[in-house]
């Protein structure tokens, strides 16, 4: 009977850990990384011409998605893991894009590139086999 109620526990506390960790990762990555982007590229947006308007409207959309999965996630909508995962593939196809072919500024030390795009990738990934194991249970 106690290993029943500690069981239990436990599944109680990870169904609320996981959600909150998942909200952290989508929100602190791109929302946060396109608001940096978006003031950084704001004064030099007209000479870098129509592209970097595309491509700042891009990473805008990835923003939103990255949020709208968080929202869902929060109100337990049944669209959530497959927002959550929506956001998972876009976030890191936008950080490698941003980091190796973009036309906006970057604070990035070209020697952090690898490192930090690799941990991206990865993070999304061990997300992905998370949510695909949750997603099947």
């Known amino acids: 009977m106690r290993g029943s109620a500690a069981g239990n526990l436990t599944l109680l506390v990870m169904s609320r850990v996981w959600p909150m960790l998942l909200s952290a990762t989508l929100i602190l990555w791109w929302p946060v990384s396109f608001t940096v982007e978006f003031f950084s590229a704001l004064a030099s947006l007209g000479q870098r011409g129509p592209v970097a308007v595309i491509e700042l409207a891009v990473h805008a959309a990835v923003a939103v998605a990255a949020v709208a999965a968080v ?8 669209s959530a893991l497959l927002l959550c995962r929506v956001a998972l593939v876009c976030s890191p196809l936008a950080t490698i894009q941003s980091f190796y072919w973009s036309l906006l500024p970057h604070q990035t030390m070209p020697g952090d590139k690898l490192p930090l795009a690799a941990t991206g990738v990865v993070v999304s ?13």
Request: hydrophobic share 55%.
């Open 125 to 137: 990934v061990l997300w992905l086999i998370f949510l695909g194991r949750r997603g099947s249970a």
């Open 71 to 78: 929202r869902a996630l929060s109100i337990g909508l049944p």
